[in-house]
């Protein structure tokens, strides 16, 4: 019991002690954080190995160093088939005897032989077929069985390609990359890979014109079509485009069709607007379009797909392009190990500074960040992350 008042005492001085160091102990904290957050922002090293003079970056080769994981095995294994929208119209018809499925508008030249085409929204004729003679403005014939059906219903067709559920984890900046990307893959006008970023003449389809039936919910994200309840032309994982709202972002492209139910009388669209927050608007919308044979709409195929069992897939920006550049001689090209097929030119999601109607992509033959018309076609890649 007599020791208790020197037990308090050295409890008293313990207490005193602890406050006394805490500024210290939480400014050693904060510059310890501060230390982290630092090295966690460095780029990324180059990849350049070669000193071509003492001080060059081969020579210090200053960085973080590349780490990859390549993913092969479970959920990474085997292919899913993208089904990327390439064109809709509500001039089609299909008749039974050689297999014809023709249009009236004239838009099936990219319809090419050995494509793969799934076929939405037709009363007898949904399905899979494979295109046995294409190329032709008016129609392409199949290697399936058609049956008669006459024009009316929009239509919609996809070219589909099985991807590899293969990916790579970069360990260094967190992001997944799709092993592979669209080259050499059947989708797009040429069935070779090759995509636009947005075509808004060339790429963009009606799929409903009809003045000042379509409004904007929000909360809800929904395009409401009214009167709509019977239209079947909308379809899980399509990138629409609507005109005809005051307020620009709900008239922007590639909104995600998550479903389209029924509402009464009316038809309720529910989309996935990305970052962007939508504005409400009563029914000044008049036409809804199809978005096709863009990167984007392949990104929506991959996420409709499941991609590696995975669905929040999309398009790599400038940099995220940019840091899989090995400046090691001959090439730019990224890791070969890693990436054992990579294109020389590869869409990014980057609007380009001086002109929105360009984007950039990123080349891989020549390190070199270039813009070009967002018409024109190139090939895309998958990040997630």
Same mark, same amino acid.
């Given at each position: 019991?007599? %020791? #208790? &008042?020197?037990? /308090?005492? @050295? =409890? +008293? $001085? *313990? !207490?005193?002690?602890?406050?006394? %160091? #805490? &500024?210290?102990? /939480?400014? @050693? =904290? +904060? $510059? *310890? !954080?501060?230390?982290v957050r630092i090295y966690m922002a460095r780029l990324l090293e180059t990849g350049q190995e070669t000193c071509y003079s003492v001080w060059d970056d081969g020579d210090y080769e200053i960085g973080v160093d590349k780490a990859y994981t390549v993913e092969t095995l479970g959920d990474y294994a085997g292919n899913s088939d993208i089904e990327v929208a390439h064109y809709a119209s509500n001039q089609i018809t299909f008749t039974a005897i050689g297999n014809i499925v023709a249009d009236g508008a004239g838009g099936m030249v990219t319809f090419l032989a050995g494509d793969t085409v799934v076929i939405k929204g037709s009363a007898n004729n949904d399905g899979v077929f494979t295109v046995a003679v294409g190329g032709v403005a008016g129609q392409f014939t199949t290697i399936e069985a058609i049956v008669n059906e006459g024009p009316g219903a929009y239509i919609s067709f996809y070219k589909r390609t099985a991807h590899s559920n293969n990916a790579v984890q970069d360990d260094q900046t967190g992001l997944m990359w799709s092993r592979n990307t669209s080259v050499g893959e059947r989708v797009g006008e040429l069935s070779n890979g090759t995509l636009d970023w947005y075509d808004a003449v060339g790429s963009r389809f009606p799929l409903y014109a009809i003045a000042n039936t379509v409004s904007c919910i929000m909360p809800g994200n929904i395009f409401r079509v009214i009167g709509g309840a019977a239209l079947t032309q909308f379809h899980q994982g399509d990138m629409i485009q609507c005109a005809g709202f005051v307020n620009p972002v709900n008239n922007l492209p590639n909104m995600y069709v998550v479903s389209a139910t029924p509402n009464g009388?009316?038809?309720?669209?529910?989309?996935?607007?990305?970052?962007?927050?939508?504005?409400?608007?009563?029914?000044?919308?008049?036409?809804?379009?199809?978005?096709?044979?863009?990167?984007?709409?392949?990104?929506?195929?991959?996420?409709?797909?499941g991609l590696s069992n995975l669905t929040d897939w999309r398009v790599p920006n400038w940099k995220e392009a940019e840091s899989l550049l090995d400046h090691e001689a001959p090439t730019a090209y990224p890791d070969a190990v890693s990436f054992p097929a990579w294109p020389a030119y590869v869409w990014t999601g980057t609007t380009y500074t001086f002109a929105a109607a360009f984007a950039m992509f990123m080349r891989y033959d020549r390190p070199l960040p270039s813009a070009t018309a967002k018409t024109a076609v190139y090939i895309t890649a998958l990040v997630r992350g």
């Amino acid at each position: 019991m007599r %020791a #208790a &008042p020197r037990s /308090f005492e @050295l =409890i +008293a $001085k *313990a !207490r005193t002690f602890a406050l006394d %160091a #805490a &500024p210290r102990t /939480f400014a @050693l =904290i +904060a $510059k *310890a !954080r501060a230390l982290v957050r630092i090295y966690m922002a460095r780029l990324l090293e180059t990849g350049q190995e070669t000193c071509y003079s003492v001080w060059d970056d081969g020579d210090y080769e200053i960085g973080v160093d590349k780490a990859y994981t390549v993913e092969t095995l479970g959920d990474y294994a085997g292919n899913s088939d993208i089904e990327v929208a390439h064109y809709a119209s509500n001039q089609i018809t299909f008749t039974a005897i050689g297999n014809i499925v023709a249009d009236g508008a004239g838009g099936m030249v990219t319809f090419l032989a050995g494509d793969t085409v799934v076929i939405k929204g037709s009363a007898n004729n949904d399905g899979v077929f494979t295109v046995a003679v294409g190329g032709v403005a008016g129609q392409f014939t199949t290697i399936e069985a058609i049956v008669n059906e006459g024009p009316g219903a929009y239509i919609s067709f996809y070219k589909r390609t099985a991807h590899s559920n293969n990916a790579v984890q970069d360990d260094q900046t967190g992001l997944m990359w799709s092993r592979n990307t669209s080259v050499g893959e059947r989708v797009g006008e040429l069935s070779n890979g090759t995509l636009d970023w947005y075509d808004a003449v060339g790429s963009r389809f009606p799929l409903y014109a009809i003045a000042n039936t379509v409004s904007c919910i929000m909360p809800g994200n929904i395009f409401r079509v009214i009167g709509g309840a019977a239209l079947t032309q909308f379809h899980q994982g399509d990138m629409i485009q609507c005109a005809g709202f005051v307020n620009p972002v709900n008239n922007l492209p590639n909104m995600y069709v998550v479903s389209a139910t029924p509402n009464g009388a009316d038809l309720d669209i529910l989309v996935d607007s990305g970052e962007e927050v939508l504005i409400a608007e009563g029914a000044v919308g008049d036409t809804i379009y199809l978005v096709c044979r863009s990167i984007f709409a392949y990104m929506a195929g991959a996420r409709l797909a499941g991609l590696s069992n995975l669905t929040d897939w999309r398009v790599p920006n400038w940099k995220e392009a940019e840091s899989l550049l090995d400046h090691e001689a001959p090439t730019a090209y990224p890791d070969a190990v890693s990436f054992p097929a990579w294109p020389a030119y590869v869409w990014t999601g980057t609007t380009y500074t001086f002109a929105a109607a360009f984007a950039m992509f990123m080349r891989y033959d020549r390190p070199l960040p270039s813009a070009t018309a967002k018409t024109a076609v190139y090939i895309t890649a998958l990040v997630r992350g």
